[in-house]
T-cell receptor, first 114, second 112 residues
Framework: NAGVTQTPKFQVLKTGQSMTLQCAQD?????MYWYRQDPGMGLRLIYY???????DKGEVPNGYNVSRLNKREFSLRLESAAPSQTSVYFC?????????????FGPGTRLLVL | GQQVMQIPQYQHVQEGEDFTTYCNSS?????IQWYKQRPGGHPVFLIQ???SGEVKKQKRLTFQFGEAKKNSSLHITATQTTDVGTYFC????????????WGLGTSLAVNP
């Protein structure tokens, strides 16, 4: 069981370039999430997917798009990167069984936009 | 909007001292979760509290959920260098329990 995997681990982009961050989970979870983490800002939700085929905006969706390709995979796309998108991006998954709502996080992608 | 506040933002202790972080929600929570993030790492689930007044222990860590289910605390007894990291609390969004509302975290530094 790999849990939640993310690729790439690190990325440097120039302003205006595009890229896709990949996330996959092997825990058969229904819900998946993308967060960004900036110093002093905690974890901010970008988008989430409650189940395969559905996606919804979080707190900070502007400049991002997502695709829930199947139950395992949830990708985050930056169409035209901006320096303000320099951050650490975490993917997470959870399975709402009863009241238990634990989120399992991937190792993160560290993105620098120049 | 719904908020979860954590204090203090930072805490620096000598190894062996105790440490407490507090979490306060603007709304009643159905449950509260605690996560730990080591420097350079990702958040890792520690515990979930569900019942009013609940107290749970994990070795040197004691977690409490307030009677009104609006506040919580994490207390570490006799800190060790392995306790270094940022501790986050999070509770379900009142309008959509698939989303969590996160506190900003308390960063703990431990001097050996």
């Amino acid at each position: 069981n790999a849990g939640v995997t993310q690729t790439p681990k690190f990325q440097v982009l120039k302003t205006g370039q595009s890229m896709t961050l990949q996330c996959a989970q092997d825990m058969n979870h229904n819900s998946m999430y993308w967060y960004r983490q900036d110093p002093g800002m905690g974890l901010r939700l970008i988008y989430y997917s409650a189940s395969e085929g559905t996606t919804d905006k979080g707190e900070v969706p502007n400049g991002y798009n997502v695709s829930r390709l199947n139950k395992r995979e949830f990708s985050l796309r930056l169409e035209s990167a901006a320096p303000s998108q320099t951050s650490v991006y975490f993917c997470a998954s959870s399975d709402l069984t009863g009241i238990r709502e634990t989120q399992y996080f991937g190792p993160g992608t560290r993105l620098l936009v120049l | 909007g719904q908020q979860v506040m954590q204090i203090p933002q930072y805490q620096h202790v000598q190894e062996g001292e105790d440490f407490t972080t507090y979490c306060n929600s603007s709304t009643t929570l159905s449950n509260i979760q605690w996560y730990k993030q080591r420097p350079g790492g990702h958040p890792v689930f520690l515990i979930q509290l569900v019942k009013s007044g609940e107290v749970k222990k994990q070795k040197r860590l004691t977690f409490q959920f307030g009677e009104a289910k609006k506040n919580s605390s994490l207390h570490i007894t006799a800190t060790q260098t392995t306790d270094v990291g940022t501790y986050f609390c999070a509770g379900p969004n009142a309008g959509n329990n698939r989303k969590l509302i996160w506190g900003l975290g308390t960063s703990l530094a431990v001097n050996p």
